[in-house]
């Protein structure tokens, strides 16, 4: 009670005629209305689960006071998922997208617009936990941008999202192919995310062709992730893709149904934007 007493006006002398249940609700208001304070590791660092994270429910304390029964009680805030997938985003390369949201995605064209509004149609259709979104097409036209905007989201809902980048986790994982144990925990973490994000599929470095082998590992990602929420953004048109394997094409735009959204650069630097026609 000494604590309290000197913060309210009137102090200890005040407190005296207040009810038990008044002074229980002023010891959560007085909680509630505290800021966290950095938490810092043994090298003094401010911690991850501090620093990824803005909670303007638990003022970055990571627990909420509550009345229960008329008595003061403590709760964990709900942002502790809303952490743990941030951590996990940054853990696994995706941080730089961590602040790429619909909002903050520069829609001045209509192509923009449109490409915006079938993003947020994605985030949505919650009702659907098979779905799938591509963003293909030229590269500096907001693909990215999007697909982490979604990610971010469904991050902020508690989702847990899993980033695979091609031309790094691509590689790395056929790299692993010899070593099963890798490998097998690769395909998992993969195969058990609630949300995958594969940036840039089938990318090469320096233009080269696309190997047999990548084409595989494509395929063997679309199993795993069949029936689960996926996003897909790459460089290439459907078109393009189907020039170098049209069963891989299909099955994308089977999977994708009206999730599709394709740029191609016009004659005087248009974007033009293509959407799907299917039923998703
Ligand atoms: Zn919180």
Redesign the pocket.
């Known amino acids: 009670m000494e604590l309290l007493a000197g913060k309210i006006p009137g102090g200890a002398e005040a407190i005296k005629g207040i009810s038990r249940e008044e002074y229980e609700q002023m010891k959560v208001d007085g909680y509630n209305a505290q800021e966290g304070r950095p938490i810092r590791t043994v090298e003094g660092e401010i911690t991850e689960w501090f620093s990824c994270y803005d ?1 303007p ?2 003022k ?1 304390k ?1 627990a909420v006071a509550f009345l229960k029964d008329g008595w003061y009680a403590e709760r964990e ?3 502790g998922p809303i952490r743990k997938a941030r951590i996990r985003a940054i853990h696994s390369g995706m941080e730089c997208y961590l602040e790429k949201r619909l909002n903050n995605y520069e829609a001045r064209e209509p192509w923009q617009k449109e490409a915006r509004d079938l993003a947020k149609g994605f985030i949505l259709d919650r009702g659907n936990s098979r779905r799938w979104i591509a963003m293909l097409g030229q590269s500096g036209a907001g693909k990215t941008h999007l697909c982490a905007a979604i990610c971010n989201q469904f991050m902020a809902e508690g989702m847990e999202v899993a980033y695979f980048a091609w031309l790094t986790d691509g590689q790395r994982l056929m790299a692993n192919r010899f070593d099963a144990g890798a490998y097998s925990a690769e395909r998992e973490r993969l195969r058990k995310a609630q949300v995958v994000y594969i940036d840039d599929l089938l990318k090469t470095r320096d233009g080269a062709q696309v190997t047999p082998t990548e084409l595989k590992t494509a395929r063997e990602l679309f199993d795993l992730r069949a029936g689960k929420i996926t996003l897909v953004s790459a460089e290439f048109l459907a078109e393009d893709l189907a020039r170098i394997d049209e069963s891989l094409a299909g099955r994308l735009l089977e999977h994708c149904g009206k999730y599709l959204y394709q740029i191609e650069k016009g004659a005087g630097r248009n974007y033009r934007l293509h959407m799907g026609r299917g039923q998703a």
């Open positions: 909670c429910v638990c970055n990571g805030c709900e942002c």
